[in-house]
């Protein structure tokens, strides 16, 4: 049963055909027949935000895809006549006057459509020019299909987001600062207690016999990606010499390890057990040795 949460990798690997059922809900997911993009937007895209790009409830597309999972004649995906939703969808709305305003000065531009054909990770360059911006200044992403991931992580950290589609494989997001939030919601979580649950981003000091002042856990299970890779590179940028990232994951980030070479880190990886990774990170040692 293919559920809204599900990656859509996770709904591929089931039958290559419900490929065919993404294509007739929105040609954008014809990026998904290159290889290169489907390593990068597939493991990302869940299949509620793939309604939300198609312009559908997410239960609509989930029962498309179950029932041509189970071969259901009503379930066949094409043809069919675009519902009322899609054909609004498809006309772009005006770009709000107040960002079209704004002078190129104050426009931070990235653009990731090379980088996303290349099948090359564009999430650490997206967020580390995030970081850079400066008050006033607006962020616009360009990429070949519609970021919707990159909406929760942004909103946030105090942004609000316009988009606009300029071809299918074409689309533009400006990111700004949301009126009256503080720059970013990072302030520290709670306090746990053994009646509060703890959230699956919750940085604390280790709880085991090895505890150690030098150790910091950050627990990402059940985050959506990118937000374990953003929240460990953001972490790292201000931890001190000395200390020990532990990032707890369900899986080996096979993404972030070559993002903490290139920053000067080393890392162990151990996998404790099918839905367990324990990844130690730490600054690597310099020529005369730590302290």
């Known amino acids: 049963m293919i559920r809204a949460e599900d990656k859509l990798s996770t709904v591929l690997a089931r039958d290559e055909r419900l490929l065919d059922v993404l294509v007739a809900a929105t040609p954008n997911f014809e990026a998904l027949r290159s290889p290169g993009l489907r390593k990068n937007m597939a493991p990302r895209?869940?299949?509620?935000?793939?309604?939300?790009?198609a312009g559908l409830e997410a239960a609509i597309l989930v029962a498309r895809l179950n029932g041509a999972l189970a071969d259901l004649p009503a379930a066949s995906p094409a043809p069919r006549p675009a519902p009322e939703h899609e054909e609004s969808a498809a006309q772009p709305a005006a770009l709000p006057a107040a960002l079209a305003a704004i002078p190129?000065?104050?426009?931070?531009?990235?653009?990731?459509?090379?980088?996303?054909?290349?099948?090359?990770e564009p999430f650490a360059r997206i967020m580390g020019a995030a970081r850079s911006l400066s008050p006033g200044v607006v962020l616009r992403i360009r990429a070949i299909f519609e970021p919707v991931p990159l909406y929760g992580v942004f909103r946030k950290k105090g942004f609000d987001h316009f988009t606009e589609r300029i071809?299918?494989?074409d689309w533009r997001v400006w990111f700004f600062r949301a009126e009256g939030t503080a720059a970013a919601?990072?302030?520290?979580?709670?306090?746990?207690?053994a009646d509060t649950p703890r959230s699956?981003?919750?940085?604390?000091?280790?709880?085991?016999?090895?505890?150690?002042?030098d150790v910091l856990v950050l627990d990402v299970r059940g985050l959506e990606p990118p937000e374990p890779m953003v929240r460990t590179l953001e972490l790292l940028e201000t931890m001190p010499r000395g200390k020990t990232l532990l990032q707890l994951n369900v899986r080996v980030p096979q993404f972030l390890l070559p993002h903490l070479e290139e920053r000067g880190f080393v890392y162990e990886i151990?996998?404790?057990?099918?839905?367990l990774v324990r990844l130690f990170i730490r600054h690597r040692p310099d020529r005369q040795g730590e302290r």
């Open 45 to 53: 895209v869940t299949v509620e935000q793939a309604a939300q790009m």
């Open 104 to 120: 190129a000065e104050r426009l931070l531009d990235v653009d990731v459509r090379e980088d996303l054909r290349a099948g090359i």
């Open 167 to 169: 071809a299918a494989d």
């Open 185 to 193: 919601d990072s302030a520290a979580p709670a306090p746990t207690t």
């Open 200 to 213: 699956s981003h919750t940085l604390e000091a280790p709880q085991s016999d090895d505890d150690t002042e």
């Open 270 to 275: 151990r996998e404790q057990s099918t839905d």
